[in-house]
């Protein structure tokens, strides 16, 4: 099985194994060793299933102002998370090809590879949720139609990434692209470079 394979099909059961309680408050207990990047795999998509769930609850128009900026703030803070866990699934990738010999014309690419990974997760989480409109018996024909549509994007989507992602890898294994990782450096959480955290008159 290819990374990409393997990525699929942990993706699909965090996701599924978050809506045995579908509760944003329940305790993950991710079914790999800890330290593995299969693991990190199924943490990754953990958190974006949970955040997914937490953009529904704040975007309620009755929510007491209080409560929404608790979870705005629990938002921020699984943000960060998922950008530090992409990282350090980078950190992997980078193990694993950055002493590859680049070829003559080697090129590089706009992402790294954990970034779109990180895009591969989320789009699980969609397919997921999209699977549920489809369901629904509650909706006009209209909106069914227009949800399953969605959902065949998706799964198309779904067909694209895994083949560009698994050609991405390939091209870093043979030298015809130059893995490459620039880390985030985001400014906002650090209290060090966020103006409004260090006290900046």
Known sequence: MTFVETANQIFAQAVKDYHKTDNVDA???NPYQSGTIEADLYLKNWIDVVQWHLEDIIRDPQIDPVEALAL???IDHSNQERTDLVER???YFWEQFHHVQPKAGSRINTESP?????RLSILHV???HMQEQVDRKDVSMEQHEKCVAKMAVLKEQLSDMTTSIS???ADYAD???IMKV???MKMYNDPSLNPVLYGKK
Request: glycine share 4%.
């Open 27 to 29: 305790p993950i207990i």
């Open 89 to 91: 699934i980078d950190s």
């Open 72 to 74: 705005k703030r629990r």
């Open 114 to 118: 954990a970034w779109a990974i990180d």
């Open 126 to 128: 969609k397919l997921w």
């Open 167 to 169: 050609q991405l890898l």
């Open 182 to 184: 620039y880390r985030q």
């Open 175 to 177: 030298g015809t692209r």
